[in-house]
């Protein structure tokens, strides 16, 4: 029955991205793995509250966003002792032109954009196993 699997605790995926397609194919795709559920912010300046409100296990982030950038959002996410150890995954189409803000901050979870949708949702299952039986 679907009841057992709906009282497990699924791992809470918040994605900081303004682009809406790229948006919605990364909600719908972790959405869709066994686990799993994402939820979306287009605005740098609300992923910190969501990300509490939520109980976030993992946090994907865009460099270029309104509000915030991701680096801000980054930096203020590794200050706050409640959510300071939380995974955060870069997804970004500038990647090559922030390799010094990656390097200064020791940032190694990094996808380019265009990505391939199977590594990037291999990259979550590493970052946020659904072993670990989510927060909250």
Do not use: W
């Not at 497990?8 to 795709?29: F, H, M, Q, W, Y």
């Not at 300046?45 to 966003?65: F, K, P, Y």
Request: some cysteine.
């Amino acid at each position: 029955m679907d009841d057992m699997s709906e009282d497990r605790k699924k791992n809470v995926v918040v994605i900081g991205e303004d682009d809406e397609p790229i948006a919605t194919l990364l909600r719908d795709s972790i959405n869709d793995e066994d686990g799993y559920q994402a939820v979306v912010v287009s605005d740098g300046a609300l992923v910190l509250e969501t990300v509490r409100q939520v109980h976030a296990d993992l946090l994907i982030l865009d460099i270029m966003m309104p509000g915030l950038n991701g680096f801000e959002v980054f930096d203020r996410v590794r200050a706050d002792t409640d959510i300071r150890d939380m995974p955060v995954l870069f997804v970004s189409a500038a990647t090559n032109l922030f390799q010094e803000e990656f390097a200064q901050r020791t940032i190694k979870d990094v996808i380019s954009k265009p990505f391939d949708l199977n590594d990037l949702l291999a990259r979550v299952r590493v970052l946020c196993p659904t072993d670990a039986g989510g927060k909250g």
